[in-house]
């Protein structure tokens, strides 16, 4: 029986495919697996110096929960960890033991030397909280919210239809606010999609083990898991780039940008023209009254605006921090 030529070349190319398939082992596929993931890990930002302190805050939807993945709040404080653009300041589970200890310490319970005290906690520059992208609910039965929406239901049936499991995608966002202020100094949407990992669970994950010991293996040995640490990445570099981590120039620090806190009198006073008691009087002054500072000094004096605009200075001594 004979063969035509396109036939018997054909037959060459399979023979051919089949021989260096059989290249390709474990031991092959583990070191690209390898390799990707230390590209992924690589594209958590870095930043040589630190924007501010941070405390991260999960959101109210608790979307996460009918994907089977721990709180995005551990997640992110990885990232944060690891990127160095951040202080990281405790206001969960730590803090509260935290306070314990203050407690014992405010009663005499602790050992002399323990240096517990006021004044010590650090205060947190910005609130982070991590969330995904609200999306229509009635996205049929390939996305999640086709999955698990009726379960859930109403509001968090709709968020967490923005993960779709036939195509493994996620859409993530990042709202950054100034503690002092409460302005949204920066809000990203980040994407995750599985063609962006190219290799399938298993092999240890994303990221090795690192995720195991931080409380959030979910995300390091699911499918969608590793999606959603994707996406965060691509929020959260984005996150920093915008405030500023990536670029040479210095950032203004979140407590020298914002207003000076609001003085109240702590006794009965006077507004003075000029920084001296022997000049004119500007008006009468009563306890409590709010006093705004402008920023400049003059030895032991303030200058100040009132509440209608009148500007003067006051003596340090005559007010406190309004609580």
Not at 82 to 89: D, H, I, R, T
Not at 191 to 211: I, N, Q, R
Request: net charge neutral; glycine share 14%; aromatic share 6%.
């Amino acid at each position: 029986m004979r063969f035509g030529k396109p036939l018997l070349a054909a037959a060459a190319a399979a023979s051919v495919l089949a021989t260096t398939t059989a290249f390709v082992g474990p031991a092959e596929a583990q070191s690209s697996i390898r390799r990707k993931t230390e590209e992924k890990q690589a594209q958590i930002p870095t930043c040589t110096r630190r924007l501010g302190s941070l405390a991260v805050r999960e959101p109210q939807n608790k979307w996460w929960q009918g994907l089977g993945l721990e709180s995005p709040e551990a997640l992110l404080k990885v990232f944060v960890q690891q990127s160095g653009c951040f202080a990281l300041v405790d206001r969960g589970a730590g803090f509260e033991l935290a306070q314990q200890e203050r407690a014992l310490a405010a009663g005499g319970q602790l050992q002399g030397g323990a240096n517990i005290g006021g004044g010590q906690i650090r205060a947190a520059d910005y609130i982070l909280v991590p969330d995904i992208v609200s999306k229509n609910a009635n996205a049929g039965g390939t996305n999640i919210g086709g999955l698990v929406g009726g379960f859930l239901g109403g509001f968090a049936g709709a968020i967490v239809s923005s993960i779709n499991i036939s195509s493994s995608t996620a859409d993530v966002t990042l709202t950054m606010t100034n503690v002092r202020t409460t302005e949204q100094e920066a809000m990203t949407q980040g994407h995750g999609s599985k063609t962006d990992l190219g290799f399938g669970v298993g092999g240890g994950g994303l990221f090795g083990g690192g995720f195991a010991g931080a409380g959030i293996s979910n995300y390091q040995n699911t499918s969608i898991g590793q999606v959603v640490v994707l996406a965060y990445i691509d929020a959260y570099t984005k996150l920093v780039t915008q405030m500023g981590g990536l670029s040479a120039a210095e950032p203004g620090g979140a407590a020298a940008a914002a207003p000076a806190q609001t003085l109240t009198m702590s006794r009965p006073g006077r507004l003075y023209s000029a920084a001296d008691d022997s000049s004119a009087p500007v008006r009468q002054l009563s306890p409590g009254m709010a006093l705004y500072p402008t920023g400049q000094s003059n030895g032991v004096w303030i200058e100040v605006s009132d509440e209608v605009g009148n500007r003067g200075w006051v003596p340090q001594t005559a007010v406190e921090n309004a609580r």
